[in-house]
Nanobody, 123 residues
């Protein structure tokens, strides 16, 4: 079984930075992604990294140039470095993973999910 545990959320002022971590246990999968969900809104794609394709990455337009997804094989951990944060980045951030190397951008494409970590950006 695969377990994903997110850490690193918190409160930060606009323009600040945070780094989220997703520690994975169990078997290694192909795609690891970050999604976020703000109150009253649907869960939306943030970024994905594909283990099987040379660590290729893909980002939502809203975070491109500000967020970076990366991985540490030795620690079996995926990171989301978030810079130049905006109040509209406020949400619960979820780590997701799946065995298929699809680098998908919809929640239905991911089998395993973490419990989420709150990120709040004040103006």
């Amino acid at each position: 079984q695969v377990q994903l545990v997110e850490t690193g959320g918190g409160l930060v002022q606009a323009g600040g930075s945070l780094r989220l971590s997703c520690a994975a246990s169990g078997r290694t999968l192909s795609s690891y992604a970050w999604f976020r969900q703000a109150p009253g809104k649907e869960r939306e794609f943030v970024a994905v990294i594909n283990w099987r394709s040379g660590a290729s990455t893909r980002y939502a337009d809203s975070v491109k140039g500000r967020f970076t997804i990366s991985r540490d094989n030795a620690k079996n951990t995926v990171y989301l470095q978030m810079n130049s944060l905006k109040p509209e980045d406020t949400a619960v951030y979820y780590c997701a993973a799946d065995q298929h190397p699809s680098s998908g951008t919809t929640p239905l494409e991911y089998t395993f999910w973490g419990q989420g970590t709150q990120v709040t950006v004040s103006s």
